[in-house]
């Protein structure tokens, strides 16, 4: 009787627990799966500690694997047994079940009260060990070494960097559009703390390539003007109020260079500016919208988007050559382009039959493909740095929310805010 | 010499009405906005000489219905456009002109032109959009007699909407140009 009711106090215990973050944070919905996905269990991991674990490490790593699209993660309630070791595993549960891979680990406290974390990535074809790791930290590190596993397991499975451990930045605004907070959040929308508040509106937020500093556009002073932030010591510097707007800064691969628009000449256009002398370099000059500025991998051209015959358009320029050549053709709106890490694939804002939509266009082919449906008025594109997701900011219902795609168009899930509207994501680059 | 001021005035407002009317279509049309100016200002001057002779006989009440007509076009202080559009729409112009004379007739007069865009397409492109707003109508009010040190523009984008719909009804009202006077 007794076990029982501490049982079920310590469950509402905990069950508030989740409550309470869950007001705080973004909560993720995957709202659609990969066909092709593989299909894997993630066991939940041996504890025996007296307290609880502040984090699920092993739902943490299901969920991490399923949001990729690549993995389908095997829910709890479905698994016919619970093995914590490679010898307590009885393949034909897994085989019954078809799955190809398994996870399997328990987690240990250290003396100093840390964390050991024993795991192994099983193949339940070969009925071989693939991965036999151990991992420590400390308990505010938990979600940092499930993130950690599902970047190796990730990786170990598809050859491809995993982006778990990546973060996401956003705006965050009240209803009334009276208070606007630049957010700082892991790629699942976890531990999200605020780096800026405004009254004024915070729009473009961008990396730096190491991943230490953000820039983007604030109306803090009556008008946008770029500010460049870094990150663990929130220190700022304004770095463009030059007359006009100042707005859409993108660091420059190297993080030696930033593009940006300004409308100082009477017109929004793009220049480069030398971030250690600050000097311009003006790289379009037409009387039309030059805006969204983005650097190709190589550092040397941008692409953009122009309105210069009439509609808006992506163009790509060299910065020495300084002649814009257009690369978008169909539909007679594309906007905002960003580029995949290896070049191949730029996706953009498409209107297609009025609707607004992430499409994505194949750079050597220039086939366009559009990749999302369900979300209206979808904007500000931004692709996780191993190039197999796009975050974006779309309309659901009366809410602005964060939602994200893969690159084939297959995976898709939402990270709807508990209160306000969220909206220009920036997907950070891979952090050491 | 007052009266003669602001008949001089109303026919000037006539006169640019005449003269935008004509234009409407051509004036501000987007990729050529930078051509327009110097055959405004022309006919402007033009239509003027003309104004002001057809008005010259009329009386006291022409005056006060002057004054009154101006000030009505003076509370019109918000401008919409259409979607993806920086041109000057044809009702917008008799209060804009009024505005203008205004500007001309009280060189200590400032103003900032507050540019938006509605919800729809990229955030950093409807910036784009909302100064090119503010900017057609700097230059619009500077082409009827406003000095450009007046002017101040600046652009919101699609931030600062007036409606919060999510709707044709709401959009209309976000794209639009907000006359602020600083000071009268």
């Known amino acids: ?432 | 010499m007052q009266k003669r001021a602001l008949v001089k005035t109303l026919g000037l407002t006539f006169g640019a009405v005449l003269m935008t009317a004509c234009a409407s279509n051509s004036d501000v049309a987007e990729g050529d906005e930078l051509k327009p100016l110097d055959a405004a200002q022309e006919t402007a001057a033009e239509v003027e000489t003309k104004g002001v002779e057809a008005q010259a006989v009329a009386g006291e009440q022409v005056d006060a219905a002057a004054n009154e007509a101006q000030a009505a076009l003076m509370d019109v202080t918000v401008f919409y456009f259409d979607f993806d559009n920086t041109t000057i729409k044809a009702d917008s112009k008799n209060s804009l002109i009024a505005h203008s004379q205004y500007l001309a007739a009280n060189s200590s007069a400032r103003v900032v032109l507050e540019g938006h865009a509605d919800e729809r397409g990229t955030v950093e492109y409807n910036l784009a959009l909302g100064e090119r707003r503010a900017i057609s109508v700097s230059r619009f009010l500077q082409a009827n007699g406003a000095a450009a040190s007046q002017i101040e523009t600046v652009s919101f984008g699609e931030e600062r909407p007036a409606l919060m719909g999510h709707n044709d009804d709401s959009w209309s009202q976000n794209r639009r140009v907000e006359i602020k006077y600083q000071s009268r």
């Not at chain 1, 036999?132 to 993130?147: E, Y």
């Open chain 1, 1 to 432: 009787m007794n076990s029982r009711l501490i049982k079920l106090v310590i469950q509402i215990f905990l069950l508030s627990i989740v409550a309470m973050q869950a007001r705080a944070e973004l909560v993720i919905e995957i709202t659609q799966g990969k066909q092709s996905a593989i299909p894997m269990a993630v066991v939940p991991f041996k504890w025996k500690g007296l307290k609880a674990l502040p984090e699920n490490v092993a739902q943490i790593v299901a969920n991490d694997l399923g949001r990729s699209g690549y993995f389908n993660s095997l829910p709890k309630t479905e698994m016919l047994s619970l093995p914590n070791t490679e010898e307590e595993v009885f393949y034909r549960d897994w085989e019954l079940l078809k799955q190809d891979y398994l996870v399997v680990g328990e987690i240990k406290q250290d003396s100093r009260g840390g964390y050991i974390i024993n795991f192994k990535l099983i193949d339940v074809n070969t009925r071989t060990a693939l991965m036999n790791q151990k991992l420590t930290g400390g308990a505010s590190s938990l979600r940092d070494i499930a993130h950690f596993m599902s970047d190796r397991i990730f990786a170990a499975l598809t050859g491809l960097p995993g982006a778990f451990s990546t973060k996401l930045v956003y705006v965050t605004t009240n209803r009334e559009r009276t208070k606007f907070n630049l957010s700082y959040a892991d790629a699942d929308g976890a531990r999200e703390q605020n780096i800026f508040s405004s009254k004024q509106p915070i729009i473009s937020p961008s990396w730096s390539a190491d991943g230490k500093k953000i820039a983007y556009a604030s109306f803090e002073n009556g008008r946008s003007e770029i500010f460049i932030q870094e990150i663990a010591s929130g220190k700022r510097e304004k770095i463009a109020s030059f007359k006009g707007s100042n707005s859409a800064p993108a660091f420059s691969p190297d993080g030696k260079k930033m593009a940006m628009v300004l409308s100082r000449n009477g017109n929004p256009d793009v220049y480069v500016m030398d971030l250690a002398t600050r000097q311009l370099d003006r790289i379009t000059k037409h009387y039309g919208i030059d805006t969204e500025p983005q650097w190709m991998p190589d550092g040397q051209s941008l692409i953009f988007t122009s309105s210069r015959i009439g509609k808006p358009q992506i163009y790509q320029v060299s910065i020495t050559e300084k002649k814009p050549k257009r690369i978008t053709f169909e539909g007679d709106y594309n906007a905002r382009a960003r580029i995949t890490p290896d070049g191949r694939k730029m996706v953009m804002v498409h209107r297609n039959n009025g609707r607004f939509h992430i499409a994505a266009q194949n750079m050597k082919t220039g086939v366009l493909q559009i990749l999302t449906s369900e979300t209206h008025l979808d904007e500000s594109p931004s692709v996780a740095p191993n190039g197999s997701m796009v975050v974006y900011a779309a309309s659901v219902g009366d809410r602005s929310i964060l939602a994200a795609v893969s690159l084939d168009g297959e995976v898709k899930f939402r990270l709807p805010s508990k209160y306000g509207d969220v909206r220009e994501p920036a997907w950070s680059p891979l952090l050491k």
